[in-house]
């Protein structure tokens, strides 16, 4: 394949004044903007000493001159590398110092701290960009609007580093090429029956694989449009919907959506698709979704390393509480986790993936990359099973996985069993130090209604759902659970606030 920008532009419309994206003030940009202000962008990065292969780094706010930044990173062959704008100067000097970038463009209102912290590294240049189409950058690339040869690259070419959440170490920069982005694009336009007719809802974060990578080169990749929103406003989401024909989401959209008296089949009446991902769907907001918009949410499952894998399909059963079959060319298969013996059909164990998606290995980390192969197939980490029909059901991730009095407690099981309780809107589920079992059993819970707090009758009303081995010794309620920008609960953060609940107070025997 070529260079990732051309294998998306070849697929855009033949009448190039059709818009790709609508911004918050109504603004429109065309297919021919994209084309001439992704020129303008790869033209101001090589006027900053970019050359192929080289790191630009960005921290920024969500806005199209980032998508613009991102497609003109690609047309001069350097790698783009998004990072959370929420990340502290702290967490910002582990990331440039581990890639080096030559190039950091920072939050143009940022720009003071951004310089000092670059100047403490040494040799990055640091250059601004803002969320209304300002900064440095920007201007740079207004300035150089105009026609660029776009490097040419081969498949195995770096064409961006993402950072994973590094909850259990150091963050891993996972490098990703033109051919597995474009491989990822081009399988999910069609799998998800994208055209130029649609319309995306994108209220996504574009510093992560979901809102970069799947949202906006599907759109570009089907020549179809977005309306480009900074955040997920569920009010104004359905105000958007007769606009619109998908949506992409994590599970909170969904959530929270269904929190809108505005959310009936009527209002989704011209909607086509509404896709979930980055963090479980519980089965009681996929029926519930269901039986209030007539749309049964499309689940898929992915991770940083390797885009998407699996996809519940467009025309078929989509299942609650699974993830669907892997993707046309995508191979996953269930292993025993120790000898990496293959598992039998609906076995649990973990899951192990191989495809043109699947990133070519960790930056500068040689260990953790051998570590994370076996046999070609990419060590996922995560648990889970493939049943009879093919398709696949994730229990968690290895690491959130329970030994308690030597039985293997899966939270996502208990998960599942919770949130199917009428008194229960959402739940986590953690093992922490139990003196007896090992492990004991928590579940962290947010009550559907305000004040509800009766542990004892959740637990009992699990007595008919689950072995005794699996039921929560502990229950706590909470007004939230701690979620990352991609809705994905944040476990670390419990097992550590309720590490010593079943610990023995001083002074017992």
Known sequence: MPNLYDTLIDRAPVDRTRPFATLPDDAIVTYADVEARSAGYA???VGCGVTPGDRVAVQAPKSIDMLLLYLGCLRAGAVFLPLNPAYTAGELEYFLRDAEPVLFVADA???DGAEALAASIGAIRVETLDDRGGGTLAVMAVASLGDFDTVACPDDALAAILYTSGTT???KGAMLSHG???SNALTLVDYWRFSEADVLLHALPIFHTHGLFVATNVTLAAGASMILLPRFDPAEILALMPRATVLMGVPTFYIRLLGETGLTRAAVAGMRLFISGSAPLSADIHREFRERTGHAILERYGMTETNMNTSNPYDGDRIAGTVGPPLPGVSI???DEATGAELPTGAVGGIEIAGPNVFGGYWRMADKTAEAFRDGYFVSGDLGSIDA????????RAKDLIIAGGYNIYPAEIEAALDELSKVHESAVIGVPHPDMGEG???VVVPREPGFADGTALIAALADRLARFKQPRHV????????NAMGKVQKTLLRDAYRDVFATPVGAN
């Open 43 to 45: 033209h101001a990065l």
């Open 109 to 111: 209102a940022r720009r």
């Open 169 to 171: 170490g150091r963050s």
């Open 180 to 182: 597995n982005l474009a």
């Open 333 to 335: 298969r269930i292993v």
């Open 389 to 396: 029909a093919g398709y696949v059901s994730i229990v968690g």
């Open 441 to 443: 059993v928590v579940a």
């Open 476 to 483: 706590a309620f909470v007004d939230a659970l701690p979620k």
